[in-house]
């Protein structure tokens, strides 16, 4: 089978249950819940789903018990922290759903969940590998407002068969906080369509699976992108899934924030949201936002989007049509991939629409094919194409030695300030043996090019141009020696730019 990541591993899908696994699972659990880690009061009881009379989650049913596999039944009572994991749980009374209000709620193994809400202040703990946890039958949102917790591989199914043809879901009123889980949303019918509306963070890698959702689904709520988030959106023909909401881009955890489409999908996503920097933006350097689209069809980039940490464009595909969409990222023509610089990677492909999708000032380097659709001219501030560098000229497919295609073409202009200030010159003077030298030093502003000239006097002063130095993108050092030879006097130097003079 394959992870969220679309790699294929090796998993024992028919693992036998093991009691000793289990009953050190549950330890594990215990003690999670007695040093209020999930924020559970020491003083709430730890209930575990015994089942009994017609499976019901309610305040009159003795369907718990206080130890795992245990066999004192009690009732569930308001407050208390409950586990349930491989049973069918209703949470109501007579086939009637009525809500219910634990301090904290854990659910693992196959299991699954249908009936009344569940409400107050829990949050609802979707852990282990094995899980595959199903949210059944409900034609509304959930309303547990202390949020939802995926972890240790963990997998939510929320069922939306019962719910409208145009669907909001609030998977409880709190965030969902994904640490290697994941979100699989089913519905049969093509034409429902199925937002899923909590606020998502992502903070260690994590998926969302529209691949049994035949009709359109979306993402609306703000998206906190701190890792890899696997979106798969199979089921062709149909269409495109979106993220609507917006999006922040960080890296909490140390993880580049990605973006990936995952092996098998085939209708498009679609990111309409804006994306901006988030809260640690200007507190310290931001990994560059990682691409990824491993399938058929495009990663499409609609809004106006904001960020600064830069774009990485990943490999995908060792034979990818120029023209095609397949595998491509692809910006709208009145879209962008924020104000930082953007790589694309061998056998990465990029589509860009409009003359906006590269800031004028980042810089675009070019190991994979970027296509440029026809009467677009795209402005960056440095264009390297197979680690050749430019900063200035302008790019077409004839002149791009196959990095480039499309009709259209890429212009740098490495522009400098509209005031250019002149750079502080430092000289060192070493007299050594043979020649005495001059050692001049300073530094270049970004898209500036400087002549060193010198001269032997001030009151009519000839200066001869000794060397010239290029522009480059960034502001970098400079240093040059120069030979004195043989003088009777003073000997002046200086650093000018021919653009500012």
Not at 90 to 105: L, R, W
Not at 325 to 330: K, P
Request: hydrophobic share 40%; proline share 5%; net charge negative.
């Amino acid at each position: 089978m394959k992870d969220w990541g679309g790699r294929h591993v090796n998993v024992h899908c028919t693992k036998p249950f093991s009691i000793s696994r289990y009953l050190a699972f549950i330890a594990w659990i215990a003690t999670f819940f007695t040093a209020g880690t999930l924020g559970v009061c020491a003083a709430a009881r730890l209930l575990y789903w015994g089942g009994g009379v017609a499976g019901e989650w309610n305040t009159t049913a003795s369907n718990w018990v206080t130890s795992p596999f245990g066999q004192d039944a009690t009732t569930f009572a308001p407050g208390d922290a409950v586990v349930a994991f491989y049973v069918n749980v209703f949470i109501g009374s007579n086939g009637v759903p009525n809500p219910v209000a634990p301090s904290s709620a854990m659910v693992f193994g196959r299991t699954v969940v249908h009936g009344g809400d569940i409400t107050g202040p829990a949050t609802v703990t979707i852990l282990d590998e094995e899980s595959h946890v199903i949210f059944s039958n409900y034609a509304g949102g959930l309303s547990f407002t202390g949020g939802t917790l995926l972890t240790d591989d963990g997998t939510l199914i929320i069922d939306a068969e019962a719910m409208p043809e145009v669907a909001t879901i609030w998977f409880g009123t709190g965030p969902i906080v994904f640490e290697e889980g994941g979100i699989r949303i089913r519905s049969a019918s093509a034409s429902r369509s199925v937002a899923l509306a909590n606020e998502l963070s992502i903070e260690d890698g994590s998926g969302l699976d529209f691949s049994v959702c035949a009709g359109p689904g979306s993402v609306a709520g703000l998206l906190k992108l701190y890792s890899t988030l696997n979106v798969f959106t199979a089921g062709d023909p149909g269409s495109a899934v979106t993220i609507s909401g917006p999006v922040q881009l960080g890296d909490s955890g140390g993880d580049a924030p990605a973006l990936w489409r995952g092996y098998g999908s085939v209708r498009d996503l679609i990111v309409q949201g804006n994306l901006s920097d988030g809260p640690e933006a200007g507190l310290r350097d931001l990994r560059a936002l990682e691409l990824v689209n491993y399938a058929i069809g495009t990663i499409r980039f609609t809004g106006s989007n904001t960020f600064s940490q830069g774009t990485v464009i990943k490999e995908t595909s060792a034979s990818l049509d120029p023209g095609g969409v397949d595998y491509a990222i692809e910006v709208a023509a009145n879209s962008s991939l924020g104000t930082g610089d953007v790589e694309v990677q061998t056998n990465g492909l990029l589509r860009l629409l409009g003359a906006g999708g590269i800031h004028p000032s980042a810089r675009l380097d070019v190991d994979g094919i970027v296509y440029v659709a026809t009467n677009v001219t795209v402005t960056c501030r440095q264009l390297t194409l197979g680690g050749q560098t430019y900063t200035s000229g302008n790019y077409t497919m004839a002149t791009g030695n196959g990095h480039i295609a499309g009709s259209g073409s890429i212009r740098v202009e490495c522009e400098p300030a509209s005031s250019s200030v002149p750079p502080r010159l430092a000289l060192q003077y070493n007299a050594g043996p043979g020649t005495p030298s001059v050692v001049l030093s300073f530094t270049a502003a970004p898209c500036q090019s400087y002549q060193i000239e010198t001269t032997d006097s001030l009151g009519v002063p000839e200066w001869t141009v000794l060397t010239t130095i290029g522009a480059e993108a960034d502001e970098h050092p400079v240093s040059f020696t120069t030979g004195l030879g043989p003088f009777g006097g003073n000997r002046f130097f200086r650093t000018v730019s021919p653009g500012t003079r």
